[in-house]
């Protein structure tokens, strides 16, 4: 059964008591998805690739937190996001109604558009960003655009191991556009191998408290 908890930094996450599992880390949810994602892959995605729009696709879309947080920085920065969500078990709108993230950010009319917006349908969130929620049991093939980004937020590679594999990685590796990213907060030795055997270049950065390091993998 899935749990609301409060992280270090006030910011919900969910847990999952029987498989060992929440959604975000305990040290700060806002915190950890603004450093691996935002700060480490949307602002430097933003840079490579100054056209728009800018395609991203996430793989476990969860709580909505990083497609918030990416919505707030298309907003801030005035650059046109187009913006792929893959979840097999969406929260449903009572977990949702619980999130504290849209009253902490100041956000909440853009949180609730997020989770309001049509499953398997393109929505306009607001002027600059645009969002596709896609049901899909990965891994399986994916009906999109080639992409300039990639968040991969998967539960742990113990828990998900088909979405840390080499294969699964080739997929995303053929999604991507050139020179585009792969961002994660998982930096494992086996993870790192298996990116680079499906042709990214790995490159550990420096993580969010409480976590090391973490990747970005260029194609």
Do not use: C
């Not at 109604?97 to 902490?104: D, F, K, R, V």
């Not at 349908?121 to 891994?139: G, N, R, V």
């Not at 080739?170 to 998982?186: C, F, K, P, R, V």
């Amino acid at each position: 059964m899935r749990q609301l908890q409060l992280t270090a930094d006030g910011s919900h996450t969910i847990s999952i008591p029987e498989m060992n599992v929440s959604y975000h880390s305990h040290h700060g949810a806002i915190q950890e998805s603004m450093h691996v994602f935002v700060r480490s892959g949307l602002m430097v995605l933003f840079e490579k690739f100054p056209g728009d729009p800018l395609r991203l696709l996430e793989i476990g879309f969860g709580t909505g937190l990083n497609a918030l947080l990416s919505a707030r920085e298309a907003g801030l920065h005035q650059r046109w996001i187009r913006y792929s969500g893959i979840e097999k078990y969406p929260l449903t709108e009572a977990e949702t109604g619980q999130l504290n993230y849209g009253s902490l950010m100041a956000q909440q009319e853009l949180f609730n558009k997020i989770h309001e917006a049509e499953w398997e349908k393109e929505t306009d969130i607001s002027p600059y960003f645009s969002l596709l929620k896609l049901q899909i049991a990965l891994p399986a093939a994916l009906p999109l655009q080639p992409v300039h980004g990639i968040y991969l937020d998967a539960f742990a590679p113990d828990v998900q191991p088909e979405l840390w594999s080499q294969a699964f990685f080739e997929q995303l590796y053929g999604l991507l556009l050139s020179g585009g990213a792969l961002l994660t907060y998982s930096s494992k030795s086996n993870v790192r191998r298996a990116l680079t055997a499906a042709g990214f270049d790995v490159t550990k950065i420096p993580g969010p408290p409480g976590k090391r390091e973490i990747v970005r993998a260029w194609k």
